[in-house]
């Protein structure tokens, strides 16, 4: 009896690390591509996966903009990218995605200070109900419309440095997302509800955006030297559940822990999507474990991809 019970619990803690280190780890981005001359923007890199990210391309000898909300967090930030990198070479510049004029005096700034621009990384995100400065649905707002503005008016100077690139962090949640148009056209927002669920879905629709929007852009750029990819970064123990009930987190810290990607792991398929040569046919295809993969039909929907780079243009007064 006790001999079984050892077994079993022999073969429980042999699985469990097995699937920790070899499919939760995920595969590396094995790119040995050097960046120097180069000039890289990371938005959201104060924390999680975006200050990894930043910190690896810096070391590849980039110029790296940290392109953050708090001016706090993003300077203590980059002292640490400075150091981890061992580079010089990086900078902080405020961004707030929620809210439009900080978009606009983000380029504003950047294109004036900076010559070049050749990898745009779209990582920021939220997880949070609630309502941008410009009256926006939060998430909708800042995982969508901010990077759709800042996209768009940095895109020249994408195409002026070419062959460049844009690469946009969703997430697997895309899949459950849905874009309800009345709900946009009505309250700009995705979604209103705050449950669970109703929070958990207006998520996954600001992700399934972000994989919508890099299916219309791959088309707007057809010709020119710029190329954009999305992508699933995998789960990954980082800070992106801030915001939710401290009873959730608590349940999940243990999980997230032992069973998520840390934040080096969890940046691998950016980096994959930013760096890997060869990738220039695949542009507007999403990406997860730095493997291209297929997506839904909803995903690479030409007339709701066409409707809401549309939509967002009027509610970002580009239009
Ligand atoms: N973690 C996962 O399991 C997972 C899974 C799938 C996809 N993703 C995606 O991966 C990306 C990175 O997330 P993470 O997991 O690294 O989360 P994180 O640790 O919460 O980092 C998110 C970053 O976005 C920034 N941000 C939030 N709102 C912003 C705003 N209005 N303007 C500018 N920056 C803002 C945050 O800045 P502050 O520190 O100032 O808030 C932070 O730097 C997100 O797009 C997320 O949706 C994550
Ligand atoms: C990622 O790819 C590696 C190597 O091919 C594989 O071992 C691992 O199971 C994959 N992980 C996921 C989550 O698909
Ligand atoms: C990234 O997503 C944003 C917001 O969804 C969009 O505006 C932008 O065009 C996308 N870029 C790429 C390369 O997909
Ligand atoms: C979100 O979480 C952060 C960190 O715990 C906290 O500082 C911030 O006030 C929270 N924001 C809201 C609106 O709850």
Redesign the pocket.
């Known amino acids: 009896m006790s001999t079984c019970c050892l077994l079993a619990v022999a073969v429980v803690v042999g699985v469990a690390y097995i699937f920790r280190h ?6 590396r981005c094995t790119s040995e591509a050097k960046l120097h001359g180069k000039t890289v923007i990371v938005t959201g890199s104060n924390t999680g996966i975006g200050k990894t990210t930043a910190i690896d391309l810096a070391k590849r000898g980039a110029r790296v903009i940290l392109a953050c909300r708090s001016r706090q967090r993003g300077e203590a930030a980059l002292a640490e990218v400075k150091r981890e990198s061992n580079s010089n070479r990086v900078v902080f510049m405020q961004l707030d995605l929620g809210s439009l004029k900080s978009v606009r005096s983000f380029a504003d700034t950047f294109l004036k200070s900076e010559p070049r621009l050749d990898i745009l990384i779209n990582n920021a995100g939220i997880y949070m109900q609630g309502r941008t400065e410009d009256g926006l649905g939060m998430m909708f707002g800042v995982n969508h419309i901010g990077h759709f503005l800042l996209t768009n008016l940095l895109l020249e100077r994408l195409k002026q440095c070419g062959p460049s690139r844009v690469v946009n962090v969703s997430s697997l949640g895309h899949n459950f997302g849905k874009i309800d148009f009345d709900s946009l056209n009505t309250h700009k927002a995705l979604g209103l509800g705050t449950s669970f669920w109703e929070v958990f879905q207006t998520y996954c629709d600001s992700k399934l955006c972000n994989v919508l929007f890099t299916h219309e852009l791959a088309k707007i750029l057809q010709g020119s030297k710029v190329t954009c990819y999305s992508l699933h970064p ?1 789960a990954i123990n980082t800070e992106l559940a801030r915001n939710t009930s401290s009873v959730l987190q608590l349940c999940l810290k243990p999980l997230t822990t032992y069973f998520f990607k840390n934040t080096v792991q969890g940046c691998q398929t950016t980096l994959h999507c930013a760096l890997q040569e060869g990738l220039e046919p695949f542009s507007g295809r999403y990406f ?4 291209v993969r297929e997506v839904y039909d909803k995903a690479k929907d030409d007339a709701a991809a066409k409707k809401l780079w549309e939509l967002s243009e009027r509610l970002c007064g580009l239009a």
């Open positions: 070899i499919v939760v780890k995920g595969k995998g997860s474990n730095c493997t």
